[in-house]
C-alpha cells in the first residue's frame, strides 16, 4: 500500500457522497472536507495533506499562492509532483517504509498489540499492575492497513513520553497544533489546505533532496539516542536535516506486521482482508532537542532569558478557551508568546488579501492531547474566529485584548475564591473541582468575550485603538451576572435541607462575591473601570456593597 498513490484519505463532497481518494485528487473543488473515525485522526489527515503540499509544491511566493488558491492545481500536476516522493510513502513490503525504522526489527522477540499505537491505550506498566480501569485493555484488536497508518503517522507527530528511550516527539509529547480553515461550507478543501501552505518568501529553505533521508529519516539508518551526544538540533554539524524534516520527524522506532485475516477493523468498522494486529518496537530513536520552530505550532520563549529553549504550547486540563486564543494569533514577543508560522504568514498579508476577495476570515482551528507525561487526560479540539485591525494597530488590539482577558480572569479567580467559602465544610461527595469552574465559565462567557473583541476599533479623536466606554461597561457587567449565576447554580445544589447557618455562610459569600465583581479588592478590575470612565453611581454602589460587608 502506498500512501500517495492507493485510495488512504477518505472525503467528503458538497453533494453528500463520501469516498477513499488517491492523493492526486485533493484539489478537486467539490471535496469539501476528511471523514475519519476519531478526532485525533481527522488532526492527521489534515496535517498529513499539509505537509506533502508543503513538501513537493511550496510556492515560490504570495502571487503563486494567492493564484494556486483561487486556481487549485490539476490531477496531473498532482500525480507528476507525488512521484518525486511516493518512494518514501510505502506502507508495507521491502525497503524503507513510511514513518518505520530502517532496520526491519526482526530481532525483536516480542510483538506489541496494535492498540499501542493510540495514545490513550495502557501502557505496559498499567497492564501489569491490572489498573486499566476507564481505558480496557483489548478495545482494538485489530486495524485496517488505513487506519494502522493513520495511528503511526499520529503517534510520531504527537508522541508523549514513552519510558525509557521511547523518545517524544519533536514538538514535545501532546503538543497543540493550529490550522486555518475557510469560513465558508461552499468554499473546498483544497483552499483550507492550502490556506496552511508557506511560500518560499515565507518560509526560506534550499531545494530538497528527497532521497539522502535529510527529509524523509526513515530512508536511512535510525540515529541511535543511546548515547549522550547523539540528539538531532536544528542545525547538525555532522550530518544535514533540512527544514522540511520538522514535518516528517520520526521519534520512534516502530515496524508493523501486516497479516491476512477475515476480520473487521477495531477502528473504522470496516471488513477487512488484511490487518494488522501486532507492531515491532525498540527504544532509543531519535532524540529532538534545542529550539524547533515547527509551523504549525504556537511557541512560548522567556523574555527575560532569550537563551533558553522555546516550548511548544501544550494542551491543558479545561481545554482550550479564549483565554489562549489570543497567544495563538497575535505575535508578542514581549509577552512571550509565538503564534505557529502559519498563523503569522496569515496575519501579516495573507489576510488583507481575502478582504480584497471579499471572502470572510478563515476560523482558526487548534487542537491537541491533553497529556500527563505518558497518560493521555483528554483530546480537545476548538475553533475560534479570527479579528484583525490593520496590521499597523495590532500592537495596540493585543493590548486592548489583554486588558479584557485580565478582567476575565480576575471575574474566574473571584468566583472560584469565594465559592470555595461558600462551600467549606461541605460533604465530601459535595466538594468541586477547579477545572470543572473554569470550562463552565469560560463556556457560558465565550460568546460574551468574542462579541467585545469584535467591538474593538480604532477611535480617531483619542487616536487610540479601544473599547468604547458603552462596550467596556456592558462586558463588565454581563461578565458579573455570568459569574453569579454560576455561583448561584452550584451553591444551591450543594445546600442540604435543614442547613441553615450554611445558607447563610453561602449568602454572605455571595456578597462577598459582588462586591469583588464591582472593583472591590480587585485591582484589575479597577484599572479597567478607571480606563473606561465608569460613571459615579457605580463608585457609591461599590462603596455601598463594601460598606454593608
Known amino acids: 500500500m502506498n500512501l500517495l498513490k492507493d485510495e488512504f484519505l477518505v472525503v467528503k463532497y458538497k453533494n453528500g457522497l463520501e469516498r477513499s481518494i488517491t492523493f492526486d485528487l485533493i484539489s478537486d473543488p467539490e471535496i469539501v472536507d476528511f471523514l475519519a473515525p476519531r478526532s485525533d485522526f481527522l488532526g492527521a489527515m ?8 508543503q513538501t513537493i509544491a511550496a510556492p515560490k511566493d504570495l502571487y503563486d499562492w494567492e493564484d494556486k488558491y483561487l486556481n487549485p492545481m490539476s490531477r496531473e500536476e498532482l500525480n507528476l509532483l507525488t512521484d518525486q516522493i511516493a518512494h518514501a510513502f510505502n506502507l508495507f513490503g521491502k525497503g524503507p517504509l513510511f514513518m518505520q525504522d530502517y532496520d526491519d526489527l526482526s530481532s525483536v522477540k516480542n510483538n506489541t498489540p496494535v492498540a499501542s499505537l493510540l495514545i490513550e491505550a495502557p501502557g505496559e506498566n498499567t497492564l501489569k499492575q491490572n489498573t486499566d480501569h476507564f481505558i480496557k485493555r483489548g478495545f482494538c484488536n485489530v486495524m485496517s492497513p488505513e487506519m494502522a497508518a493513520l495511528s503511526l503517522f499520529t503517534l510520531q507527530i504527537n508522541a508523549p513520553s514513552g519510558g525509557q528511550g521511547h523518545r517524544t516527539g519533536l514538538r ?42 535529510e527529509v524523509f529519516p526513515w530512508l536511512i539508518p535510525t540515529r541511535s539516542s543511546k548515547e549522550p551526544g547523539s540528539e538531532i538540533y536544528p542545525i547538525n554539524k555532522d550530518f544535514n536535516i533540512h527544514p522540511l524534516h520538522m ?10 506486521s501486516l497479516e491476512k485475516c477475515n476480520s473487521v477493523c477495531d477502528i473504522s468498522g470496516k471488513r477487512i482482508t488484511q490487518g494488522v494486529f501486532n507492531y515491532r518496537t525498540i527504544n532509543y530513536g531519535h532524540n529532538y532537542s534545542g529550539s524547533w520552530w515547527h509551523p504549525l505550532t ?47 504568514a496569515f496575519g501579516d498579508e ?51 485584548i489583554q486588558n479584557i482577558i485580565d478582567v476575565s480572569t480576575t471575574t474566574l479567580k473571584g468566583l472560584r475564591e469565594y465559592l470555595k467559602l461558600a462551600l467549606k465544610g461541605s460533604a465530601e461527595k459535595n466538594k468541586i473541582d477547579n477545572s470543572a469552574i473554569n470550562a463552565t465559565f469560560y463556556q457560558k462567557t465565550e460568546l460574551l468575550f468574542f462579541q467585545t473583541v469584535q467591538k474593538i476599533k480604532w477611535e480617531e479623536e483619542q487616536e487610540l485603538v479601544t473599547l468604547t466606554d458603552k462596550n467596556a461597561r456592558e462586558f463588565v457587567y454581563n461578565l458579573k451576572n455570568i459569574a453569579l449565576e454560576i455561583f448561584d447554580s452550584l451553591t444551591i445544589d450543594n445546600i442540604q435541607l435543614g442547613m441553615v447557618s450554611k445558607i447563610k455562610e453561602m449568602v454572605q459569600n455571595r456578597k462577598a462575591l459582588d462586591a469583588y465583581l464591582n472593583g472591590y479588592k480587585n485591582k484589575e478590575l479597577s484599572s479597567f473601570k478607571k480606563m473606561y470612565f465608569f460613571d459615579k453611581k457605580e463608585a457609591v454602589n461599590m462603596e455601598n456593597t463594601h460598606g454593608k460587608k
Open 298 to 344: 504556537p511557541y512560548r520563549t522567556n523574555p527575560q532569558k532569550p537563551e533558553e529553549d522555546n516550548l511548544s504550547v501544550k494542551g491543558q486540563p479545561g481545554g482550550i478557551t479564549y483565554q489562549q486564543w489570543q497567544s495563538l494569533l497575535f505575535n508578542r514577543q514581549t509577552y512571550g508568546s509565538h503564534p505557529a508560522k502559519v498563523i503569522q
Open 172 to 213: 514535545g509529547g501532546g503538543p497543540l497544533t493550529t490550522i486555518l480553515k475557510t469560513n465558508d461550507q461552499h468554499r473546498s478543501l483544497w483552499q483550507t489546505l492550502w490556506l496552511n501552505v508557506l511560500s518560499l518568501d515565507e518560509w526560506s529553505y534550499d531545494k530538497p533532496d528527497f532521497t539522502t533521508g
Open 350 to 400: 495573507r489576510f488583507s488579501y481575502l478582504e480584497k476577495q471579499e471572502q470572510s476570515a478563515p476560523k482558526l482551528w487548534a487542537f491537541g492531547f491533553d497529556m500527563d507525561n505518558m497518560k493521555a487526560r483528554c483530546w480537545y479540539s476548538t475553533e475560534f474566529p479570527i479579528f484583525y485591525l490593520p496590521i499597523d494597530l495590532r500592537n495596540q488590539q493585543v493590548d486592548v
Open 46 to 53: 489534515y496535517q498529513f495533506a499539509i505537509y506533502v503540499l
Open 247 to 256: 514535518y516528517w520527524a520520526m521519534p520512534r522506532r516502530i515496524r508493523l
